[in-house]
Structures are given as structure tokens and as C-alpha cells.
């Protein structure tokens, strides 16, 4: 089943491919022919720094192939919806505390409570899904069962 993600989201993958392709990875193969050249590489603890930057930036450029491959632009320019879909901001307000949060369902990688933005596949985002202005969602943590209530459903360029 392919991953939703948002156009920016695609875009910010692929700049990160990109970077590590045709910028980290030249400069670590660099690095290790310069900590080769002093020598004795059993006690060259550049040459084994290099080595393991080099080990975590292959590791990153497959899993990034990975996920480019496996997932699937959800365009959200102009969309509307009266349900809660992928890529909708919500606002709801915490019934207990009466406090009163956003959010955006995004994709897995594009997920930044910082920036409200949570994925479509969280405790929250799932509940969301299907949702309509006024319906109750109630979201189950560890601590506690917290119950929203669906004010907004707006979709917004991210």
C-alpha cells in the first residue's frame, strides 16, 4: 500500500536524496582517501569516522529510494472535503480543558508537532479520519482517554 504524502513533502525527500548523492557522499569518499593516505588505517580514527558517515549515508540514500518508491503525492491545492481527509488542518477543542488545538495529517515524514502537523497514521490522525465539523473523537493515551470535538476542517497550502 503506497504512503501518502504531500507534494512539499516529496519535494523535501528528494532535495535530502539529492544533498546526500551529489554532496555528503562525495565528501565522505573524499575524507576516507585522506585519512587512507596517512597510513596505518588499524588506529586511524579518521579513517573509521569517515567509514561510519560513510555506512549512515548509504543507509539513508536506501531508505530514502525506499520511500520515494513506496509512496503517493496527495495534492491538497483546492481541495475541500466535509470530512477529515489526508492533508486537512483541523481545530478542535480539548473537551476537559477546553484548550484548543490544530492540527495538519500529513505523512509519516512530514509529521512536526512543532509545526502541528501529525500523521495521518498517529493515535489522533487516525481517529480524525472520517470525522465531521461537530462530531466528538475521543483518542486514547497513555495516560488517559482525551475527548475533542471538531470546530474547523480547512485544507491550506502547507
Same mark, same amino acid.
Given at each position: ?9 516529496? +519535494? /523535501?525527500?528528494? #532535495? @535530502? $536524496? ?10 565522505? =569518499? ?27 549515508? +548509504? /543507509?539513508?540514500? #536506501? @531508505? $530514502?529510494k525506499g520511500k520515494l518508491a513506496d509512496c503517493r503525492i496527495i495534492d =491538497? ?32 515524514? @512530514? ?45 491550506? @497550502?502547507?
Open positions: 500500500m503506497p504512503t501518502p504524502i504531500t507534494r512539499k513533502g516529496y +519535494e /523535501a525527500l528528494k #532535495a @535530502e $536524496l539529492d544533498r546526500l548523492h551529489k554532496v555528503e557522499r562525495p565528501r565522505v =569518499i573524499e575524507a576516507i582517501a585522506e585519512a587512507r593516505a596517512h597510513g596505518d588505517l588499524s588506529e586511524n580514527a579518521e579513517y573509521d569516522a569517515a567509514k561510519e558517515r560513510q555506512g549512515f549515508i +548509504e /543507509a539513508r540514500l #536506501a @531508505e $530514502l =491538497i491545492a483546492g481541495r475541500t472535503s466535509e470530512t477529515v481527509v489526508f492533508g486537512a488542518t483541523v481545530v478542535l477543542i480539548e473537551q476537559e480543558a477546553q484548550a484548543k488545538k490544530q492540527y495538519t495529517l500529513v505523512g509519516q515524514d @512530514e509529521a512536526d508537532l512543532k509545526f502541528s502537523r501529525i500523521s495521518v497514521q498517529s493515535p489522533v490522525g487516525r481517529a480524525l479520519i472520517g470525522k465531521r465539523v461537530g462530531d466528538m473523537v475521543e483518542v486514547t493515551t497513555p495516560a488517559k482517554i482525551v475527548e475533542y470535538e471538531v470546530m474547523e476542517i480547512r485544507f491550506e @497550502e502547507l
